[in-house]
């Protein structure tokens, strides 16, 4: 899989978990649940556009051959492979910014770990139960990393820290809220660039409030004396970023969620939705491969390359390449996969190294089916019907589908000539499939028409003047091949 494609998956499956979060579950009062939804959807996001389904497909195992009698007949279009001549320095542009934007928030966040740490081993600690208090010289509003509670050494000594305030740092320590911090920073570090992150992180900090004001109220303390507090307290400045603070910007929200009740059969009923919202997800972000006699394709996005998975591009291409230059017969799908896989594995190594490579193979690849006075479809002397052929070709994805060509005369393979002639401007040939139809008495010229030797002379025919019905046979399968949209008129 491309990063790109990747990263469309990831951000469309975390945008409608987020937007699903925003509407349904933001503010209700079930704070640990919606702790576990909002790490939850940053992890089902980057998982399931890598999720792949496997489809079986039985077809008859007769290998189809895709070796034409002159591989080089189409061909006179298209010229030997060279490096090309486009050098674009967009891609280097892009990864320098993003492994800039990556350096500099690795190193921010370190430098706050690092900070965090230094405190904790620079100053008196304070042991209480199982908490630690940091007793700071400096100024500095309560926040919680861990287990360690930073407060004002002169205001712990005095007792002029509220119970309330340090009743709140203890759920935050208890629960070990940091380590969601951690989790969400580290993938801040990744993801700098991107804006739904850093909507989550702040998402995710404040439920860590609501779940500490939640803790001080069920320990007895007054909601209006809490409330004077945090008010006191929200403009006492700010506190580090791995770290949970006492105050925080979004006071209203955190009031009106104190006065909120909770309802569990509605909260209930909206996780719910959760489900058929994670299955169209699935649905439309997962990927599928086929598994046709025994070959596995990839049937999810065709923009995704398989070359881009594999470690030794140039081992790989050698391979295959020297594989195919040898014109064998090899099963119709798995050759067509094979030719896109030699070419996005050629284009994938650099040009400087092309020139040890094997030469790349010209090698075609076609269907050739035959058509019966009687209308029976024959592939390689097999009988087969029009949901076969259809069958087969549900295999291909939109990019394989576009250079498919359907040939019914010679007409049609002239007319195909002129046309890549025209459009092919590659320095590579093209990946084009052929689907050849011929009847059983055809030599050359056009399905209905042909040449046979008669008493030492050629006469022209006309198969569809001794079998009307050809016509009508070439025509279902035309629609058969038309409804999979494969060339057909061009």
């Given at each position: 899989m491309n990063l790109p494609a990747y990263l469309i998956g990831f951000t469309l499956c975390l945008t409608a978990l987020w937007a699903f979060y925003?509407?349904?579950?933001?503010?209700?009062?079930?704070?640990?649940?919606?702790?576990?939804?909002?790490?939850?959807?940053?992890?089902?996001?980057?998982?399931?556009?890598?999720?792949?389904?496997?489809?079986?497909?039985?077809?008859?195992?007769?290998?189809?051959?895709?070796?034409?009698?002159?591989?080089?007949?189409?061909?006179?279009v298209e010229s030997p492979p060279h490096p090309e001549t486009t050098n674009s320095i967009l891609p280097q542009i892009v990864s320098l910014i993003y492994l800039l934007g990556l350096g500099l928030f690795a190193i921010r966040f370190f430098h706050n770990l690092g900070a965090t740490l230094q405190k904790i081993n620079k100053n008196e600690l304070h042991r209480v139960g199982k908490m630690r208090y940091v007793l700071l010289d400096e100024r500095v509003v309560p926040n919680t990393f861990l287990w360690f509670i930073f407060l004002n050494k002169e205001q712990y000594r005095l007792q002029t820290i509220p119970q309330e305030v340090l009743h709140h740092e203890e759920v935050h320590a208890r629960q070990l809220h940091a380590i969601d911090l951690i989790f969400i920073e580290l993938v801040k570090v990744l993801l700098w660039f991107h804006p739904l992150v850093h909507l989550i992180r702040s998402a995710i900090k404040l439920n860590h409030e609501f779940l500490a004001d939640?803790?001080?109220?069920?320990?007895?303390?007054?909601?209006?004396?809490?409330?004077?507090?945090?008010?006191?307290?929200?403009?006492?400045?700010?506190?580090?970023?791995?770290?949970?603070?006492f105050n925080f910007s979004?006071?209203?929200?955190?009031?009106?969620?104190?006065?909120?009740?909770?309802?569990?059969?509605?909260?209930?009923?909206?996780?719910?939705?959760?489900?058929?919202?994670?299955?169209?997800?699935?649905?439309?972000?997962?990927?599928?491969?086929?598994?046709?006699?025994?070959?596995?394709?990839?049937?999810?996005?065709?923009?995704?390359?398989?070359?881009?998975?594999?470690?030794?591009?140039?081992?790989?291409?050698?391979?295959?390449?020297?594989?195919?230059?040898?014109?064998?017969?090899?099963?119709?799908?798995?050759?067509?996969?094979?030719?896109?896989?030699?070419?996005d594995l050629y284009t994938s190594i650099p040009k400087e190294e092309r020139a040890a490579l094997e030469n790349y193979p010209r090698s075609t690849?076609?269907?050739?089916?035959?058509?019966?006075?009687?209308?029976?479809?024959?592939?390689?002397?097999?009988?087969?019907?029009?949901?076969?052929?259809?069958?087969?070709?549900?295999?291909?994805?939109?990019?394989?589908?576009?250079?498919?060509?359907?040939?019914?005369?010679?007409?049609?393979?002239?007319?195909?000539?002129?046309?890549?002639?025209?459009?092919?401007?590659?320095?590579?040939?093209?990946?084009?499939?052929?689907?050849?139809?011929?009847?059983?008495?055809?030599?050359?010229?056009?399905?209905?028409?042909?040449?046979?030797?008669?008493?030492?002379?050629?006469?022209?025919?006309?198969?569809?003047?001794?079998?009307?019905?050809?016509?009508?046979?070439?025509e279902t399968l035309l629609e058969t091949l038309e409804s999979q949209r494969v060339n057909i008129d061009y």
């Open positions: 925003h509407l349904c579950l933001a503010h209700e009062p079930f704070h640990h649940l919606k702790r576990i939804y909002l790490l939850s959807a940053i992890v089902v996001s980057a998982i399931i556009p890598q999720i792949t389904f496997t489809v079986y497909v039985d077809t008859p195992a007769t290998p189809i051959s895709t070796q034409l009698e002159n591989p080089q007949s189409l061909l006179t939640q803790g001080v109220l069920a320990n007895g303390s007054s909601r209006r004396t809490y409330q004077s507090i945090l008010l006191e307290y929200a403009t006492k400045g700010r506190a580090p970023s791995l770290s949970n603070a979004l006071i209203k929200r955190r009031f009106k969620m104190m006065t909120k009740s909770a309802n569990k059969r509605v909260m209930f009923l909206k996780l719910g939705l959760v489900l058929p919202l994670l299955s169209l997800l699935l649905y439309s972000f997962s990927h599928r491969e086929v598994v046709h006699n025994g070959a596995v394709y990839s049937a999810g996005n065709p923009d995704v390359s398989e070359a881009e998975l594999i470690q030794n591009p140039a081992e790989e291409y050698n391979r295959l390449a020297k594989h195919y230059n040898t014109y064998p017969e090899a099963d119709f799908l798995v050759k067509l996969r094979d030719m896109w896989k030699i070419r690849t076609s269907l050739t089916v035959f058509i019966s006075d009687d209308g029976k479809y024959i592939v390689d002397e097999k009988e087969v019907t029009l949901s076969w052929v259809s069958s087969l070709l549900d295999n291909l994805n939109d990019r394989e589908r576009s250079n498919v060509y359907v040939f019914d005369s010679m007409t049609d393979y002239k007319r195909y000539v002129s046309l890549r002639g025209q459009m092919n401007r590659s320095a590579l040939p093209p990946n084009d499939v052929y689907i050849s139809i011929f009847s059983e008495r055809l030599v050359e010229s056009t399905l209905s028409k042909g040449f046979e030797k008669a008493e030492g002379s050629i006469q022209e025919v006309n198969h569809a003047d001794r079998n009307p019905e050809i016509t009508t046979y070439l």
